[in-house]
């Protein structure tokens, strides 16, 4: 059995519990909070055998094979820092760090010290990815020439979102799965950007679409908003037909099209408890392996990505 612990006893850390109740090769062994009342707590709604009322004293737990950090963004690096300092693999939460600097200093420290550390998007770990590969490559739209993307959800009422200090705006939590499904379905690299953000209040990122050219000319038009509700759907387009992936995070189809919005083939995504465990499961193998990343998100891919971010948020003026 895989014993997992988790950090932070918030809203993301239940799904990624009832996953690991559902999983027969997993456990949860154990949460650790800054409170140990709500440690107790979330330990009683998952049964969760140790409760901890400090991630430190979670982090002293020798029984844990990967732990899973799910704090706010702006608290992601201290505790990543800490747990490799532990000699804990670990798995963080998107986005991964707050920027460039601080992703490259956390992952010069997991390979100094011989730790894994890997990165919570999920999609990358999911078989819909494949899918949506093998639909490419098949030529079955002919050559992709384009995405259209939006992912759209109102947090704005949640004080990580709202907060420049805890790392809020729509980007750091919800753009970095525009950019990361581009990547994940087209291998040529950025050659150009243009982008435009809205704002609120508070002065992080709202809304904002970004255009990206990639090398081979690809056109890649992506909108994100943390302050309205989307339909949140991608369609990739190629010069006899587009694909329809009916969520850009955790679609359930990929329609292959033609003209008309006549569906020729439908894919479906294989069930799921909630599609969590494939992250959990990518991590196991690669540890298992002496692998101190794992293949569906290397290093390197978490750096291209920050650095993408990092040159939106200084355009933007919100870094
Ligand atoms: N994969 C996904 O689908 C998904 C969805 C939503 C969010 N996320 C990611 O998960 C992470 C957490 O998001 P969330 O929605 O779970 O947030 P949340 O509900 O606000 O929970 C975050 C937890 O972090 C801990 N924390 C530590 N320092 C904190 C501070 N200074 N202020 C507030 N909380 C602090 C708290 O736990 P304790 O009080 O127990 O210490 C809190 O409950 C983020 O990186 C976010 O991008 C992922």
Redesign the pocket.
């Known amino acids: 059995m895989f014993k997992v612990g988790i950090i932070?006893?918030?809203?993301?850390?239940e799904k990624a519990a009832r996953t690991l109740q559902a999983m027969e090769d997993m456990t949860c062994i154990a949460i650790g909070?800054?409170?140990e009342e709500?440690?107790l707590a979330f330990a009683g709604r998952f049964d969760i055998p140790r409760a901890y009322g400090s991630y430190a004293a979670l982090l002293e737990d020798p029984d844990i094979d990967l732990v899973y950090i799910?704090?706010?963004?702006s608290?992601?690096f201290g505790v990543t820092r800490d747990a490799i300092l532990a000699g804990k693999p670990c798995l963080v939460?998107?986005?991964f760090m707050l920027n460039a600097t601080e992703a490259a200093e956390i992952i010069a420290l997991a390979r100094e010290k011989g730790v894994f550390v890997g990165e919570?998007i999920?999609p990358r770990y999911m078989p819909v990815r494949e899918i949506g590969r093998k639909l490419l490559e098949s030529g079955i739209i002919g050559e992709p020439r384009m995405v259209q993307a939006t992912l759209a959800y109102n947090v704005s009422d949640?004080e990580?979102i709202i907060s420049p200090e805890?790392g809020g705006g729509a980007l750091l939590?919800l753009g970095v799965y525009l950019l990361n499904f581009v990547r994940m379905y087209f291998d040529a690299p950025v050659s150009q950007i243009n982008t435009t953000c809205v704002k609120a209040p508070s002065g992080v990122d709202a809304s904002e679409q970004v255009t990206m050219v990639l090398s081979d000319g690809t056109l890649a038009s992506l909108d994100c908003s943390a302050w309205c509700q989307g339909g949140n759907e991608a369609v990739i387009a190629g010069t006899t037909g587009y694909l329809v992936f009916d969520d850009l995070i955790n679609p359930k189809t990929v329609n292959v099209c033609r003209k008309r919005h006549i569906v020729e083939k439908t894919v479906a995504v294989p069930d799921q408890i909630t599609g969590f465990e494939y992250q959990f499961r990518a991590c196991r193998d690669a540890i298992a392996a002496g692998s101190l990343e794992p293949s569906a998100m290397p290093h390197a891919e978490i750096l291209y990505i920050m650095h993408l971010m990092d040159r939106l948020r200084a355009e933007w003026g919100t870094a």
């Open positions: 932070g006893a918030g809203h993301i850390a909070s800054r409170s709500k440690a799910a704090v706010p963004h608290c992601h939460e998107k986005s919570a999920w949640k990580r805890l939590d």
